[in-house]
């Protein structure tokens, strides 16, 4: 069985940082965030793989960072320069060899003056 737990998640300025955490359970072969903005659909962040290979959406890259520790079996995502416009509850996704993804309960960011 697979479990992921995100944390992280807050109030922050624009231009601020935060740093997101998903705590994972299980055999997980590729990590990765996305975010749902009120009203919007859900959207891919990155994903980084057991490899270590990653990918960014255009939105995010030079200032999103994902990163893996598998001794701890945890993925990260470094957020800089926030945005108002990343204002969303990011969810930490986990995908398996046998094709079903995993999803956590989903952590709010809030970038505001």
């Known amino acids: 069985q697979v479990q992921l737990v995100e944390s992280g998640g807050g109030l922050v300025q624009p231009g601020g940082s935060l740093r997101l955490s998903c705590a994972a359970s299980?055999?997980?072969?590729?990590l990765g965030w996305y975010r749902q903005a009120p009203g919007k659909e859900r959207e891919l962040v990155a994903v980084?793989?057991?490899?270590?290979?990653?990918n960014y959406a255009d939105s995010v890259k030079g200032r999103f960072t994902i990163s893996r520790d598998n001794a701890k079996n945890t993925v990260y995502l470094q957020m800089n320069s926030l945005k108002p416009e990343d204002t969303a509850v990011y969810y930490c996704?986990?995908?398996?060899?046998?094709?079903?993804?995993?999803w956590g309960k989903g952590t709010l960011v809030t970038v505001s003056s």
């Open positions: 980084i793989t057991s490899g270590g290979s990653t």
């Open positions: 299980g055999r997980i072969f590729r």
């Open positions: 996704n986990g995908y398996v060899l046998s094709g079903m993804n995993y």
